[in-house]
């Protein structure tokens, strides 16, 4: 397991440009192979999950084909067929969950794989609403964690299904698995979450109707098969988060970060930080966003996980709560206990090391910040398989007096070139 060892940085500026959105690359491969025709994609994520996504559309019968930056993706005429070997989703949970929709529908017998993250997931939550359409699906153990064996069946009818919890995986598995359905299936969440799926569906002619209230968002699609695009990958907000904070913490920071998706369910850890005191300015065009952020003094905040669904900046805003002054507190937050590792606890072992005063009580988590982050303690994390704790450490370590991460490597999951981009800005 590699180690890396980040040290305090004496100043911080300059401007970059965060990799493409790792949701919109999932979907970008996964319609560009169901579609029938050549689609072209920029801007993909370089990550690990993004490859383990392309591999697989590729065994599935998809073609690949790169020149000058832009991938070619073709989808089988006769649409995708079973692949003879494991699919192997490696740390990828969007990869296992929207694939395990994708292949209920495709003929044939699938198994789908994981790393030791991913095989200790849920999968029971794609696993129930797949079943209600007719698919056939056999996991592990009380929560169906991978390996995976998924019966495909050309016979899946339509269903309306309420997500239990937040989440865009589930929706998007859905979704994939009612392109084959025999009529419209709908799906009710109670907490909008991101509609990269519904969205891409809709733009590449698939009969996407969403409608939403203040009850949250309804999305009926009706079967089709989705027609070849062109895709360009907008900037990930959640990567951005990472230079965000670090921004707003070290106490000499001038940073811009070019071309991040606008989506309002991405960008809550904005308001968050903004509600914090950040020197902030936000330019958007369109769909895309212009962030510039300096070196200030924050204070703590509540934030509730419906302001940044899914929960992925989680951990990043708690090392901000910990260069704040004052207690910050994080409501609802028991899905972070489900991610590549347990965010929970591993955010507050995370602002614990850093010298804070960290406290939980059920599904909440509190933070009482030290007020500056020249009071962070050096300090050394293993982030065993979550490239997020491994970002949110550096994040920490960058600002304050330095961090030695364990298990580093696992970065390239989402960002193999986050260190890189990090030391172009010293
Ligand atoms: C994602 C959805 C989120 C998020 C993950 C990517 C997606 O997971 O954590 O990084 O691309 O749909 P949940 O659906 O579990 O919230």
Redesign the pocket.
Known sequence: MSEVRVEHAEALEGSLRVPGD??AS?RALMISALAEGESTIVGLSPGLDVAATSRIMEQLGALRRDEDNVTSLTGPSGGLHASAEALDCGNS??TMRLLTGIVSAVPGTHRLVGDASLSTRPMDRVVAPLALMGASIQGQGPRSVAPLLVEGSDTLHGVTYEVPM?????K?AILFAALGASGPTTVVERVR??P?TENMLSRAGVGVVSVEDYEGRSVTLHPGRPRAMAWTIPGDP?QAAFFAVLGCIHPRASLEILDIDNAPERIGFLGVLQRMGATMSVRSTGDILTLVVRSCELRGTEVHAKEI????EVPVLVVAAAAASGVSAFREMG?LRL?ESNRFDGSLSLAAKLGCHVWSDGDDLFIEGLGDASRFADFALDATLDHRMVMASAVAGCAGAGASIMSADTVSSSYPGFFNDLRTLE
């Open positions: 790792k949701s999932h949970g969007t937040a989440s865009a995986q589930v998007s979450t991101r990269t959640s669904p899914s929960v992925d899905e991610k």
